[in-house]
């Protein structure tokens, strides 16, 4: 009789949660996921302008200080325009008289400039600038698609907030380098495809407590793209530790499935990722381009028990064997209602008036006329 008493208990289950309308999927995936929604408040577009002699343009990251209630937006300038280097922004974000929350003006209030470990500018084509994050310690990383194409290695670099002076760089598995396996089949990140998000996790705000770091490369390495039988393109997320004694240290390394390249499409990659308050959950932002112009989708990230791939040079076949982040759709951009420029940065911004937590993504323009420096203000929801 056991089996059949196991049989109704389990028909009943289901006829139960069919008449509530939720499936066991629905609420397997509830579990995973924290329950976070956005609410989009506007957009604000920054003049085009100088500041110090520079071209304020190419914003393809940012980074908030809470303390000094700054933003801090990274150029992906080449040190072509001018040296590589990133701006003090201040929001100023308020109600207004219909109530409505939302972004009134935004100030660049200062430039600072990257300097290598010699201490002097980067030179031109020896820097490709992607991604930023502020860490408790007043210092900023700063990750570096490198420059494949001229032999330049990409690098995640911890610069000195106040000088830009390079103090460090952690350490980069071989088999993110731009080269050529033994059997002469290319390896490491392609070209401007490469460290294009970046993301701290801190629980502490003190200099010396420890902290930890996530980056991900854009596009998937060269020799798992040629070798993986997926539609969804493979990437490695990389977790690192930062303590104050001793080196960084790379903790582990997981598969991130970028979504299928939709049809019309000839760009497509991940280029940001934002840690929320719980360990082990981000935000990821997606960004398309093509013949129907821009697209973004941001996604909650989890990583439940996912495999930790550090001994895989080659990411080959269909990578079942493997289990990757869970990520789920939080928002697809295309259902705002307004023309998305190539958004590439995001952070958490200051806390809004009733409270709530405000997110703000920026669009790198490209130095072109015909795009622009886009601000996205959104008021995030963890219930």
């Given amino acids: 009789m056991k089996p059949v008493v196991v049989f109704v208990t389990h028909l009943i289950l289901v006829i139960f949660l ?20 956005l609410e989009f408040l506007g957009e604000y577009q920054l003049p085009k302008q100088t500041f110090e002699g520079t071209s304020v343009g190419g914003l393809s990251g940012l980074s ?49 400039f990257l300097k290598n470990s010699s201490g002097e500018f980067y030179q031109v084509q020896t820097i490709d600038p992607e991604g930023i994050a502020l860490s408790p310690r007043d210092t900023v990383f700063i990750s570096s698609e490198g420059v494949p194409k001229r032999g330049i290695n990409p690098f995640i670099g911890e610069f000195n907030l106040k000088t830009g002076q390079l103090e460090r760089t952690l350490p980069l598995p071989e088999r993110f380098l ?63 530790g930062i303590n104050s004694i001793g080196s960084p240290v790379l903790i ?64 080959t076949g269909d990578l079942k064997d493997i289990n990757p982040l869970q990520k789920k759709l939080l928002l697809d951009l295309s259902d705002l209602g307004i023309e998305l420029d190539n958004l590439e940065g995001m952070t958490f911004g200051p806390r809004l008036s009733d409270g709530s937590q405000s997110l703000i993504l920026v669009s790198d323009d490209n130095f072109n006329q015909t795009q622009v420096t886009q601000f996205l203000l959104f008021r995030l929801k963890q219930e």
Avoid: M
């Fill in 64 to 112: 908030y200080d809470r303390q000094r209630d700054r933003f801090y937006a990274l150029s992906d300038d080449r040190s072509q325009k001018a040296p590589a280097r990133f701006y003090s922004l201040k929001l100023s974000i308020s109600d207004g008289n219909d109530g409505k929350t939302e972004i009134n003006s935004i100030t660049v209030e200062a430039v600072t």
């Fill in 178 to 240: 731009p080269g050529k396996e033994p059997d002469g089949t290319p390896r490491g990140v392609e070209d401007n495809l490469g460290f294009e998000s970046l993301t701290i996790s801190a629980t502490s705000t003190l200099k010396d407590d420890p902290f930890r770091l996530f980056t991900a490369n854009e596009w998937s390495l060269s020799q798992d793209t040629a070798q993986t039988d997926q539609k969804q393109k493979p990437l490695r997320l990389l977790h690192y």
């Fill in 18 to 37: 069919t008449a509530c309308g939720i499936s066991p999927q629905v609420l397997a995936e509830q579990r995973l996921f924290p329950p976070v929604s």
């Fill in 252 to 315: 582990a390394e997981h598969l991130y499935l970028l979504d299928e390249t939709p049809n019309g499409v000839v760009s497509n990659g991940l280029t940001d990722l934002l840690a929320l308050p719980q360990e082990g959950f981000w935000l990821s932002l997606e960004r398309t381009f093509g013949l129907s112009g821009n697209g973004a989708k941001l996604f909650e990230l989890v990583n439940s028990n996912a495999s930790d791939i550090s001994t895989r040079l080659k990411l």
